[in-house]
């Protein structure tokens, strides 16, 4: 009885945490770098602010079932354990493998940019980028380990930072009065894409940017509310995500016409510049550092809790329950954490990254067809919060999936390849653990 108290996570997480985690989790630097990419493939503004309104919408109907999804079972871990209750072992430990490996490679991508960030404010530094990343990681690992107060504690002040840097920065483009730019002229002689392709391929940018999200379901189990919390939490960080990206990129169309924003790598800064001169890439700087280490410190917590409820099941060593007295779930920490050194290491993310889009609208997916099939095989199931509209919503949901995996299918059939041999491969090693487990 004393082991099983042991390894229980302690409920010490509320509303403001939920709020600041699901802000910390989804907003990165990716809001800052996508403009640029997304306007070179729609090239129109209206289709531009209205492909991420469709981000959001589809994010926000996401939400609403998962909100009841993760009242109903409020474990570590979040959509697997919804995916495993209704579908089975199997398609737990496949979907809850996917979330894992999506969520574990950003520490490493961010502490590697982090470093990167500083060596712009510091260029002496530039030889030290590894170790600047290791550090960062090692540093975040330690703060962890000493227990899950003080890792919420740093997610709500980073997540406030953020949001104020980035009202700031819109507030101060709709402020700008200066001489507008002319459009930098098409080169008509290009091929343009085709229209459907650069929907479908600046919607995959898209969903990744609102990637995280549902970050507050992977701590439902810490809870000291789930029923009331993870609703409200999810509604309201959301639509808060979905107001800050439509508004940085109305403000960012404000000051550069589509034309310049399509030629740009780093929209945000080259707005920056113009409204700040040549301080504006400095502060454009101090923004994504504070934005990632929000960010960083998020995805710090969220692979643990997935490998956690992974271990607890079965479907990893059992010695990754063990919890220490500060509430840190310390093996899957540790384990996630050299994983993490080990991507920063070979410095190898293009690969990974590109699946990461797919491999979460395949988990929403099957966590959303959870919900129709556990209202009907658990009519009794105790639901403190039930999702409005239903089913309707939740088939909107999935229809929007399955056209968003077929779209992407198209637009990246290298990152489907890569999807279908991991599902291959992990039929094989699910029945070694089953059998390892009985």
Same mark, same amino acid.
């Given at each position: 009885?004393? %082991?099983?108290?042991?390894?229980?996570?302690?409920?010490? !997480?509320?509303?403001?945490?939920?709020?600041?985690?699901?802000?910390?989790?989804?907003?990165?630097?990716?809001?800052l770098?996508?403009p640029?990419t997304?306007?070179s493939l729609?090239?129109?503004?209206?289709?531009?602010?209205?492909s991420?309104?469709?981000?959001?919408?589809?994010?926000?109907?996401?939400?609403?079932?998962?909100?009841?999804?993760?009242?109903?079972?409020?474990?570590?871990?979040?959509?697997?354990?919804?995916?495993k209750?209704?579908?089975?072992?199997?398609?737990?430990?496949?979907?809850?493998?996917?979330?894992y490996?999506?969520n574990?490679?950003?520490?490493?991508?961010?502490?590697i940019?982090?470093?990167?960030?500083?060596?712009?404010? =510091?260029?002496?530094?530039?030889?030290?980028?590894t170790?600047?990343?290791?550090?960062?990681?090692?540093?975040? $690992?330690?703060?962890?380990?000493?227990?899950?107060?003080?890792?919420?504690?740093i997610?709500?002040?980073?997540?406030?930072?953020k949001?104020?840097?980035?009202?700031?920065l819109?507030?101060?483009?709709?402020?700008?009065?200066?001489?507008?730019?002319a459009?930098?002229?098409? %080169?008509?002689?290009?091929?343009?894409? /085709?229209?459907?392709?650069?929907?479908?391929?600046?919607?995959?940018?898209?969903?990744?940017?609102?990637?995280?999200?549902?970050?507050?379901? =992977?701590?439902?189990?810490?809870?000291?509310?789930?029923?009331?919390?993870?609703?409200k939490?999810?509604?309201?960080?959301?639509?808060?995500?979905?107001?800050?990206?439509?508004?940085?990129?109305?403000?960012?169309?404000?000051?550069?016409? $589509?034309e310049?924003?399509?030629?740009?790598?780093?929209?945000?800064? %080259?707005?920056?510049?113009?409204?700040f001169?040549?301080?504006g890439?400095?502060?454009?700087?101090?923004? #994504?550092?504070?934005?990632?280490?929000?960010?960083?410190n998020?995805?710090m917590?969220?692979?643990?809790?997935?490998?956690?409820?992974?271990s607890?099941?079965?479907?990893?060593?059992?010695?990754?329950?063990?919890?220490?007295? /500060?509430?840190?779930?310390?093996?899957?920490?540790?384990? #996630?954490?050299?994983?993490?050194?080990?991507?920063?290491?070979?410095?190898?993310?293009?690969?990974?990254f590109?699946?990461?889009?797919?491999?979460?609208?395949?988990?929403w997916?099957?966590?959303?067809?959870?919900?129709?099939k556990?209202?009907?095989?658990?009519p009794? !199931?105790p639901?403190?919060?039930?999702?409005?509209?239903?089913?309707?919503?939740t088939?909107?949901?999935?229809?929007?999936?399955?056209?968003?995996?077929?779209?992407?299918?198209?637009?990246?059939?290298?990152?489907?390849?890569?999807?279908?041999?991991?599902?291959?491969?992990?039929?094989? !090693?699910?029945?070694?653990?089953?059998?390892?487990?009985?």
């Amino acid at each position: 009885m004393s %082991d099983s108290k042991k390894n229980q996570l302690q409920k010490t !997480l509320g509303l403001s945490f939920n709020i600041a985690v699901l802000i910390g989790g989804t907003i990165g630097v990716g809001i800052l770098r996508t403009p640029g990419t997304i306007a070179s493939l729609l090239d129109n503004y209206w289709l531009i602010i209205a492909s991420w309104l469709f981000g959001g919408l589809f994010v926000l109907i996401g939400a609403n079932s998962y909100a009841e999804l993760a009242t109903m079972l409020p474990k570590a871990g979040g959509s697997y354990n919804y995916i495993k209750r209704a579908f089975g072992n199997y398609a737990g430990f496949l979907s809850g493998w996917f979330d894992y490996i999506t969520n574990a490679i950003p520490p490493a991508f961010y502490c590697i940019v982090i470093s990167e960030y500083i060596i712009i404010l =510091f260029p002496n530094l530039k030889d030290y980028s590894t170790e600047m990343a290791i550090s960062l990681l090692i540093a975040f $690992v330690l703060l962890h380990l000493s227990g899950v107060k003080n890792g919420s504690t740093i997610q709500q002040i980073t997540s406030f930072l953020k949001v104020i840097c980035f009202f700031a920065l819109v507030v101060a483009c709709f402020m700008y009065s200066g001489v507008k730019l002319a459009p930098i002229p098409k %080169d008509n002689t290009v091929v343009q894409i /085709g229209l459907l392709f650069g929907f479908f391929k600046s919607l995959q940018l898209i969903i990744g940017t609102y990637n995280g999200w549902n970050s507050v379901c =992977f701590f439902a189990e810490e809870n000291d509310d789930p029923g009331k919390n993870i609703p409200k939490s999810l509604y309201s960080g959301v639509l808060l995500v979905i107001a800050i990206y439509i508004l940085i990129n109305v403000a960012f169309f404000y000051i550069l016409p $589509v034309e310049n924003v399509a030629k740009s790598n780093l929209a945000a800064a %080259d707005v920056a510049n113009i409204i700040f001169g040549k301080n504006g890439a400095i502060i454009v700087t101090v923004i #994504s550092i504070f934005s990632l280490i929000s960010i960083l410190n998020a995805f710090m917590m969220i692979p643990p809790r997935i490998l956690y409820g992974l271990s607890r099941d079965g479907f990893f060593t059992e010695k990754g329950t063990t919890v220490n007295k /500060g509430g840190t779930p310390i093996v899957a920490l540790l384990v #996630s954490s050299l994983f993490s050194l080990f991507l920063i290491c070979i410095g190898s993310f293009e690969v990974l990254f590109s699946f990461a889009a797919f491999t979460s609208i395949i988990v929403w997916g099957l966590a959303y067809c959870s919900l129709i099939k556990l209202r009907k095989s658990e009519p009794d !199931l105790p639901r403190p919060y039930r999702s409005f509209w239903y089913p309707w919503t939740t088939i909107i949901a999935i229809v929007a999936s399955i056209s968003l995996l077929i779209g992407f299918v198209f637009s990246d059939p290298k990152s489907f390849g890569i999807i279908v041999v991991i599902t291959l491969i992990s039929y094989p !090693l699910f029945l070694v653990l089953t059998r390892k487990k009985k």
